[in-house]
């Protein structure tokens, strides 16, 4: 391996574990390639930093991060949980079901893990605690929900996955659907056996049709945008980048015009930080794709690609070691870190194993979700702790069986293509 490429992975490591936040650290490391390689130009890194950001389909994160603040301050929240309520909040066991449910529902708008434990979480966990659910066990519940906010699309996490593996964008947001309702129907299941085992207080309350529709007539608005964003995008009336200004539109329209729940000065907040946001993740996407240039231009992934083939005798072996490896990842490394270092690493050599890119691509950024919940370094997991002010080592341990539940599935959804492609392969 050539000299300048041991530097610069070694900047990158060090400069990581000395906590260096990932995009200065994938930027330290460039640095460090072109002081020492001779043959690399500075005019080639701006040229493909440049490229990086010329992209049409990179439009579509600014757009679904303004989608996801407005419906996340435009009164979504409130009532996707009171629907939620009125389906599953009868059941044993039934706050904790009411939310991972919403949790599913906000992914569905949200695109974001983060902002999913922190919108439903911080309405459910004082509601589990009033009713009597130990602290630990009803953070637990939040952070594992928001997992699901960058699997079920519109996921951002999938956006930039797509363009960094010249993945299609499209099909990858259709291969969340079904395996994100699989693993929402599971977490649920495992939530109720708790419940039963624990004998945790059920709601007074039994199912109500009146309330039922009362909450829906409420939420329907809310309900109907990942209807809208989904549809458009199967029918093939807009793209995906497209469906993300749509997306825009429609949560002003909901939020303003409907539910009267933004102000003026609510919405300049909103685009203030969504244009932060924007601003952050473009610096880390445009680093990390000269990044992935230079891994590229060093034959890194040919090495790893020789690797895995000496140690994976089959796609089955390959896909069992991408298990292993991304839930050590996720333990100890950030979601962005990893979708942009291992992203385009990992993704040729699944196609060199004959695996789907969408299946792959799927498994991938499903492992990483789970990857937030699980201890010591999960973002969702200090999401919720910090909202219910207890201990990471005690959340953690209660956590640890939804974890499971999400392995089980990730496992399942290894080994079964069809539920990552099927949404899919209806589309041109």
Not at 120 to 131: A, C, F, Q, S, T
Not at 305 to 328: G, K, N, Q, R, Y
């Amino acid at each position: 391996m050539d000299l300048a490429a041991i530097f610069m992975l070694l900047t990158l490591v060090i400069m990581m574990v000395i906590g260096m936040p990932i995009t200065w650290s994938l930027g330290g490391a460039i640095i460090m390639a072109l002081m020492i390689d001779q043959d690399l130009s500075l005019a080639l890194i701006t040229q493909k930093m440049f490229s990086g950001c010329d992209n049409f389909s990179m439009l579509a994160l600014p757009a679904f991060f303004l989608a996801g603040d407005i419906m996340a301050k435009g009164g979504l929240s409130r009532r996707l949980v009171a629907f939620a309520d009125t389906l599953v909040g009868w059941i044993s066991g039934g706050i904790s079901l009411v939310s991972i449910v919403a949790c599913t529902f906000f992914a569905a708008i949200s695109g974001s893990s983060v902002a999913t434990t922190a919108a439903i979480g911080g309405l459910m966990y004082p509601e589990m605690v009033k009713r009597g659910y130990p602290k630990d066990y009803s953070a637990a519940v939040q952070a594992i929900g928001g997992t699901l906010g960058i699997v079920i699309p519109p996921s951002t996490v999938f956006v930039i996955y797509g363009n960094i593996t010249n993945t299609s964008v499209a099909k990858l947001l259709m291969a969340g659907v079904i395996p994100g309702v699989i693993c929402g129907i599971a977490l649920c299941v495992w939530a109720y056996i708790k419940a039963r085992r624990e004998n945790f207080p059920r709601s007074a309350e039994g199912f109500s049709f009146m309330r039922f529709l009362k909450s829906f007539k409420s939420a329907v608005w809310a309900l109907l945008m990942p209807i809208v964003i989904l549809g458009g995008i199967y029918a093939g009336i807009f793209t995906p980048t497209e469906s993300a200004v749509v997306a825009v539109f429609y949560g002003f329209f909901v939020c303003l015009g409907i539910y009267r729940e933004l102000s003026g000065k609510d919405t300049w907040e909103i685009i203030c930080q969504s244009s932060i946001t924007t601003a952050n993740i473009m610096f880390l996407v445009v680093t990390a794709q000269m990044f992935g240039y230079l891994l590229t231009y060093y034959r890194i992934p040919i090495y790893v690609t020789e690797a895995f083939m000496a140690i994976a005798s089959s796609p089955a072996v390959f896909m069992m070691l991408i298990v292993v490896l991304l839930t050590i990842c996720g333990m100890f490394i950030e979601v962005g870190a990893t979708n942009l270092i291992l992203g385009p690493i990992l993704a040729p050599i699944a196609i060199q194993f004959g695996i789907d890119p969408v299946h792959f691509g799927l498994v991938f950024v499903f492992l990483l979700a789970m990857g937030q919940a699980t201890p010591p370094f999960g973002t969702t997991l200090f999401v919720a702790c910090g909202i219910s002010k207890e201990p990471v080592a005690r959340v953690s341990r209660m956590i640890l069986p939804f974890v499971i539940v999400e392995l089980l599935c990730a496992i399942l959804f290894a080994y079964v293509p069809s539920l990552s492609t099927f949404l899919g392969e209806f589309m041109s």
